[in-house]
């Protein structure tokens, strides 16, 4: 089986989730420069929109990318259902002022189709991600034609079995912590979802494509926890919502980080389908579960004029505010920050040369690594333009200066960054970088109150497990 990362083509096997609403390419471009795999979601964009944003994205970043989309039956409109929703809606509707006769009635959003595939096609995107399923045989034929990576999210065993036998590269286990729509589309019981760290184990003893853990990771424990249990990688949504590239609108940012932000649920009155979002007014009022919600994407339009009314008065009451149960790596940073530690997570296991080479799995740095440069420093104040430069230097050290391994870690003020090289000439050659002169300068004067370097030789080493013969120290 293919790691995760030779399948994707990144780095580190990290995916940003797609979140509908709440971000664009912005988002994915940082992810996907700071070596994870950032997406774009696709589910609530018109054609041009969708254009735009590909061309946006795929000249931001030549890293590899995802676009997402929706794999749902459009119900067909039921206009009792949608009468006993206005009925459930009407008091909500007087205390606004607001018309009722004047919401259209209509669909929000709208399945993947050979017409969605026309916008995309040009582009051929490196990994297309579905959500409820997949797209019809010949539709997806189509996607896999033009040599797109196609991934999904199960929610059951039988889903990862399923998506497997119909043609998924490599399967998404959404554990029911996870924020935003369940991806469940074989079975619509609730009751025989699992949590990730349930759910995971169990998908990756029934299916032979790498699995990624999708809910509730939201730090580099998470990750390391998930790499334990056996995932090929993770699939984070929920700690990218308050990024500075995200488009979550302020009111969600402030309950993301507000203690209202530990009570979510499984809701649809929102949509028509269950997701996990914050507890507010017209969850606790309606359900979060109401019988009266018509199917999905059909809830949406009589719930976007109170959404719109309150919104404007600064009320999130009738937002959806969506959030996975770990909330608790939600913070203002860049994303390409919030990826490094994140990244952290898969210590030197996933540490690769993007470029192949001297690739090390589970056991440090390469034979060949024989100097190590220690960087030391105490900062004073990290900005946004920070941990671009320092994703930055570390790429530019292990893609054009043959740096062996680079890690990199922080505790409160102290960060470390360790470095292995084949010799001295190498790092040298990168410190004189343009690029690497102009950091250091702007650590002097903005970032560090202090730092040392040193460069040591490696004299000795040792590691357990022992690695067998032909794989290295
Ligand atoms: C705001 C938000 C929007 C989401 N929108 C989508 C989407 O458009 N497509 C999709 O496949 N998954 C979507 N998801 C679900 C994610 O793919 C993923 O399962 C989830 O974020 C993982 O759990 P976490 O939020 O705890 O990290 C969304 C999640 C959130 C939080």
Not at 95 to 109: I, K, N, Q, T, W
Not at 142 to 161: D, F, I, P, Q
Not at 201 to 211: G, L, N, T
Not at 374 to 390: E, G
């Amino acid at each position: 089986m293919k790691t995760l990362t030779a399948l994707l083509g990144t780095t580190h096997p990290l995916i940003q989730a797609p979140m509908a609403g709440a971000q664009g390419a912005a988002l994915a471009i940082a992810v996907s420069n700071a070596s994870g795999l950032g997406s774009l979601p696709g589910a609530m964009l018109t054609p041009e929109a969708l254009r735009t944003e590909l061309a946006t994205l795929s000249g931001g970043t030549q890293r590899p990318w995802n676009v997402n989309f929706f794999c749902h039956t459009p119900p067909v409109p039921d206009a009792a259902q949608e009468a006993r929703w206005r009925e459930a809606l009407a008091p909500f509707y007087a205390e606004a002022g607001l018309d009722m006769a004047a919401v259209p009635a209509g669909a929000g959003r709208v399945p993947f189709s050979h017409a969605v595939a026309d916008v995309i096609e040009p582009f051929r995107p490196p990994v297309v991600s579905f959500h409820f399923g997949l797209p019809a045989p010949d539709l997806l034929a189509r996607v896999k034609g033009w040599g797109s990576v196609v991934l999904s999210s199960a929610t059951t065993v039988e889903e990862a079995r399923w998506l497997v036998a119909h043609g998924a590269d490599a399967v998404i286990a959404q554990g029911l912590e996870a924020g935003g729509h369940r991806g469940h589309f074989l079975s619509h019981d609730l009751g025989a979802q699992m949590g990730t760290w349930a759910l995971l184990p169990h998908i990756v003893a029934a299916v032979d494509v790498p699995v990624i853990a999708a809910g509730g990771i939201a730090d580099a424990a998470g990750v390391a926890a998930a790499m334990a249990l056996g995932a090929a990688g993770v699939q984070v949504g929920t700690a990218y919502l308050c990024s500075v590239e995200a488009t979550t609108s302020a009111l969600h940012r402030a309950a993301l980080q507000s203690e209202a932000a530990r009570h979510t649920a499984l809701t649809h009155v929102f949509t028509g389908r269950p997701a996990r979002g914050i507890v507010n007014r017209v969850m606790r009022e309606l359900g979060p579960m109401n019988p009266a919600a018509p199917a999905f994407p059909l809830a949406t339009a009589a719930m976007a004029p109170l959404r719109a009314h309150f919104e404007a008065q600064g009320c999130s009451d009738f937002s959806p505010l969506w959030a996975g149960q770990n909330t608790s790596g939600c913070r203002t940073l860049p994303a390409a920050e919030i990826t490094r530690q994140l990244t952290l997570g898969f210590g030197s296991m996933a540490t690769t040369h993007s470029e192949g080479g001297a690739i090390q799995a589970g056991g440090g740095p390469a034979l060949e690594s024989r100097f190590v440069v220690i960087f030391r420093a105490q900062a004073q104040a990290l900005d946004a333009d920070y941990s671009a430069m320092a994703a930055q230097m570390r790429e530019l050290a292990l893609t054009q200066f043959g740096c062996l391994d680079f890690t990199a870690t922080t505790e409160g003020d102290q960060e470390i960054a360790v470095s292995y090289w084949p010799d001295e000439a190498s790092i040298r050659a990168w410190k004189q970088h343009t690029d690497h002169l102009a950091a250091q300068r702007l650590g002097r004067e903005r970032w560090y109150a202090a730092y040392s370097v040193e460069v040591a030789e490696v004299t000795r080493r040792y590691r357990h497990p022992t690695p067998s013969a032909g794989q290295g120290a």
